[in-house]
């Protein structure tokens, strides 16, 4: 069942979404050649409980890490290490933070230094698909509407749609009802209503749709080697659209 969240679990789910969205800011400047990702973690971590917060994903089903650290064809839930960022590379943090028992969720795709145009151009594409996402959510609308407006901005740049994985519900849960896919037919799925809090988040490769997950048990990265970009809002449905809880 999608639950409707109440006025104070929405003030709650705010303030979780906003120190996501500070921990972002907070690290871009750290994000160049030469940090390592075990070191991009340890900063977030100590930022979100400076924040009154918990990082969500440490010890989640097992998870190692505050952060999810994906590295150019690494799609989502790569652990961070000593790996050194260099020049040329892209890297998705995957942030979650928990503020009194309520989660936020957003994930971004970052440069580190000069990139190719075709990585550029990937980056730029994933995010107006992200955007065509939530470009559509209302009251009366549906999860396929949001999945169709995603597949087709992918389709239009011939990026690969990564099926395996999607958005979901949050809450009181990091992961709740309903799965929001990147791919869809409009008018199908769940009813959006006023009150529902969800995360879209677009998986999209420069390269084929198909992934694997490596010996670690966690990091997914593309079949072919082609890198992945994934960009991710936390948002609320609204009386007349939608409100971003992981944003300015």
């Not at 994000?31 to 340890?42: H, S, Y």
């Not at 790996?83 to 969720?105: E, F």
Request: include cysteine; charge should be negative; charged fraction near 25%.
């Amino acid at each position: 069942m999608i639950s409707i969240k109440s006025d104070r679990e929405i003030e709650l789910l705010k303030i979780a979404g906003n120190i996501v969205y500070q921990t972002h800011q907070y690290l871009k400047p750290y994000i160049k050649e030469g940090i390592t990702t075990l070191e991009l973690d340890r900063l977030a971590e100590d930022f979100i409980r400076s924040k009154g917060a918990t990082p969500s994903c440490k010890g989640y089903h097992g998870f190692p890490a505050t952060l999810c650290t994906s590295i150019n064809d690494e799609v989502v839930h790569g652990i961070p290490s000593k790996r050194m960022l260099i020049n040329g590379d892209i890297i998705t943090l995957d942030i979650c933070a928990c503020y009194k028992g309520y989660h936020g969720d957003s994930a971004w795709t970052y440069k580190v230094g000069e990139v190719s145009n075709e990585v550029s151009d990937l980056m730029k594409e994933t995010e107006e698909a992200l955007y065509a996402g939530l470009s559509v959510i209302k009251p009366g609308a549906r999860v396929g509407d949001i999945s169709h407006a995603v597949e087709e901005v992918a389709n239009k740049y011939k990026l690969g749609i990564v099926r395996e994985l999607c958005g979901h519900g949050v809450g009181h849960n990091l992961h709740e009802e309903p799965n929001i896919p990147n791919f869809g037919r409009a008018g199908y799925g769940p009813l959006l209503k006023e009150g529902m809090v969800f995360a879209v988040e677009p998986m999209l490769n420069l390269g084929s749709q198909d992934v694997c997950m490596l010996d670690d048990g966690w990091t997914i990265v593309t079949y072919d080697g082609k890198p992945s970009a994934h960009f991710e809002h936390t948002v609320l449905v609204t009386k007349d659209g939608y409100q971003i809880l992981t944003g300015e």
